[in-house]
């Protein structure tokens, strides 16, 4: 079974930081090994959107503009392991932090992270309050 676990997230002020991982489980050989790892969010109200994503190979990346600077995103190949620095935390960072491994639109409409709007393995969402 694949599953994919985050932790850490909470509260914090605005300037302050927090840090996320996530493990990574039951995802071996090729298909890991070709995957994208990547960090979504989704705060209320609003569409799921992509913070940061890091191929398994570390040859490809990319950080959401609003994000660039003060979140940076890192990977343990060898633990399976995903990770999510955030510094400089502004109130509107405030969201349900989701990881994910080869998460891609489907064809089903919709504003929610996760399935079934996305393909891949997800993880069950932890939440991060910035407050001013």
């Known amino acids: 079974e694949v599953r994919l676990a985050e932790s850490g997230g909470g509260s914090a002020q605005a300037g302050g930081s927090l840090s996320l991982s996530c493990m990574v489980s039951?995802?071996?050989?090729?298909?890991?090994?070709?995957?994208?790892m990547a960090w979504y969010r989704q705060a209320p109200g609003n569409e799921c959107e992509l913070v940061s994503a890091l191929s398994r190979d570390g040859l490809s990346s990319y950080t959401k503009n609003s994000v660039k600077g003060r979140f940076t995103a890192s990977q343990d190949t060898a633990s399976n392991m995903m990770y999510l620095q955030m510094n400089r935390l502004l109130p509107e960072d405030t969201a349900v932090y989701y990881c994910?491994?080869?998460?891609?639109?489907?064809?089903?409409?919709?504003?929610?992270?996760?399935?079934?709007?996305?393909?891949?393995?997800w993880g069950q969402g932890t939440q991060v309050t910035v407050s001013s």
């Open positions: 039951g995802l071996t050989g090729l298909t890991l090994d070709h995957s994208e």
């Open positions: 994910a491994v080869d998460g891609v639109l489907s064809k089903v409409p919709g504003h929610a992270c996760g399935p079934p709007r996305y393909l891949g393995y």
